[in-house]
């Protein structure tokens, strides 16, 4: 027999797991209804690793996750057939300023997931590891001409950056949230 505690451990997981799967499914059928399953898969696997260890904006509620999750793979997607900027030089200093926001802002905890100093570091030294290596793969498809995987590369590490930014100004404004309260508690 589990501990109550232990049952709430185990519910948290399945639920973790459950909405991971919807969100994986909702993106499958996004990737295919574009013809875009390669480049879904390839866009998957570089923006999953990095914004599971860099953190970031989450939303409230799960249906709110799978919704932006769904918009911004179809944006992904959409984008990535659309010929951007490519490897001009206002795309390179797009890609330079996300690198440094990322380099900057990751790991973002949130209230869900808070990070302690010792599991901050090790995020962020994970993150980092996986930031460079994306970025190596960026620099050879950029010199091979293989555009379409380096505008993934290039879209994954602009929605990671923009998620930290999000993420932290929510978290800046849930401390404002939280000292106004405290305030007002202690005026009682």
């Known amino acids: 027999m589990i501990s109550e505690e232990e049952a709430a451990v185990y519910r948290y997981g399945y639920t973790l797991l459950a909405e991971l799967g919807i969100n994986l499914i909702l993106s499958v ?23 599971s260890y860099c953190g970031g904006y989450h939303a409230d509620s799960f249906w709110r996750c799978t919704l932006l999750s769904g918009a911004v793979t179809a944006l ?16 390179l200093a797009a890609a330079g300023i996300w690198i440094f926001l990322i380099l900057s802002l990751a790991p973002c905890p949130c209230e869900e997931k808070p990070l302690g100093p010792l599991e901050s570091k090790k995020y962020r030294k994970i993150g980092r590891i996986f930031l460079a290596a994306e ?22 590490h602009g929605i990671v950056a923009i998620s930290l930014v999000m993420g932290h100004d929510k978290n800046r404004r849930r401390r404002k949230q939280n000292r106004v309260m405290n305030i007002q508690k202690d005026a009682r």
């Open 29 to 51: 059928v996004i990737g295919a209804a574009a013809g875009q399953l390669l480049p879904l898969f390839f866009f998957l696997l570089i923006i999953l690793p990095l914004r």
């Open 76 to 91: 992904a997607l959409w984008a990535a057939r659309r010929n951007l900027p490519g490897c001009t030089v206002p795309a």
């Open 135 to 156: 970025v190596f793969l960026e620099i050879i498809f950029w010199y091979s001409g293989q555009r379409l995987l380096f505008d993934l590369i290039w879209l994954a």
